[in-house]
């Protein structure tokens, strides 16, 4: 006999049409009306599903059902913490483990670099106040309630694109090429997970190619955590083939490289063939870390 359930998973089966797609924020329809969001090559109204604003031009998830938008929130979770970099025209530069960002501050307040602060976020972030103090961050007790193992995770990236002499970051692509320096940026997350005596076993990258031609393209690890000024520092490269879309395996040395106590933050590409791969605009998934380690 059929349970409830059954019957109205079988009613409701085929009638709706759902998906998840990242996009942009545009602005809104009207003031105060819904959001203008861009995905598909174009813009379209959705209905917010919380409180939350994002800043114009903010990656948002929107989500369709039977041919209705509404915006779930940030594609990445804004953080809560930060350090001073410095200030300038009533706006403080603030280190995060997104990477910096800009932030606005009560008026007659006065900041300084290396400051402890907490922000709030929505269209754009602000500084709440000065931290007293960092309570000493909590341990993941791991699979299975205890505290060492196995452990298999998935990085995503925060930030992508390529380099190019005389154009800098030129676009959200990471490109491999003769005149492009391809990268991907995971700002903090990986060595705020991994700790440094812990074994790393096996890493794999996402990867999503839009084109594709030559020689395989050369992957190397960079010490940023998000995008710098100028040209990225690339280390030591190792040639990747792969085919199709899916997950293809780097040098468990990243992973020495990229946990606690290392210096680099993320992965690359350093001239190879020539290869274009999805912004994460396009896809969300590009350049995402999965690492299986051992602590």
Known sequence: MSSEADVILKLLQGKSSVRVLPGFFRGFD????????EFDKGNVPAHPVTPWRPKMNEPVWVQIVDGVAY??????NPPADGVVVGTGSGIAVISTDIGDVDA????GVTLTAGQEVKLAAGNGYHVIGVKST????GTSPGGGGGGSGEFTIEFTAVDAGSWRSGSGWW???????DNNKGAWFYGNKIPDTIPAHATINHVEVFVVPVYTFGSPPNFAIHNHASKPGGEPSLGAATAVGYSGAGWVTLPSSFGDALKAGGSDRGV???QGGYHKFASLAQDARSGTLRISYTA
Not at 30 to 37: A, D, I, K, S
Not at 171 to 177: D, K, L
């Open 30 to 37: 009207t003031p105060g009306g819904r959001m203008l969001v």
């Open 71 to 76: 915006v779930l929130g940030p594609t990445v």
């Open 104 to 107: 606005t501050y009560n008026s």
């Open 134 to 137: 960092s309570p000493a961050p």
């Open 171 to 177: 676009q959200s692509q990471p490109w491999a090429s």
């Open 268 to 270: 690359g590409l350093l």
